[in-house]
């Protein structure tokens, strides 16, 4: 089972911007994909963005452009740099792995971590 641990979370103001960090630990299968999920108060949890073990990324219609996912293979690290934060993005940030293919969907990730707290005033 893959461990990980997010960091960075905090409160800011509309327009601010924050960088959530993953540490994970174990070896990675060889083909792998990292997510970042966002869980709003009242609301199930959805992708965000993810990134695939070649690098590519895939970032949901609301975000895009205001935030980028990215991997530190060296420092078994994965980013979420958002900017420009609404109100909206507010909630319970998530990271999550999986071996194989990418998807967006949480129900097919079964590695998370607790997550970190993310909350944006207006």
């Known amino acids: 089972q893959v461990q990980l641990v997010e960091s960075g979370g905090g409160s800011v103001q509309a327009g601010g911007s924050l960088r959530l960090s993953c540490a994970y630990s174990k070896i990675m299968s060889t083909s792998y994909c990292m997510g970042w999920f966002h869980q709003a108060p009242g609301k199930e949890r959805e992708g965000v963005a993810i990134i695939s073990n070649s690098g590519s990324t895939t970032y949901e219609d609301s975000v895009k452009g205001r935030f980028t996912i990215s991997k530190d293979k060296a420092k078994d690290t994965v980013y979420l740099q958002m900017n420009d934060l609404t109100p909206e993005d507010t909630g319970m940030y998530y990271c999550?792995?999986?071996?194989?293919?990418?998807?967006?969907?949480?129900?097919?990730?079964?590695?998370w971590g607790q997550g970190t707290q993310v909350t944006v005033s207006s």
């Open positions: 999550a792995a999986r071996g194989g293919s990418c998807f967006m969907s949480q129900t097919f990730y079964y590695d």
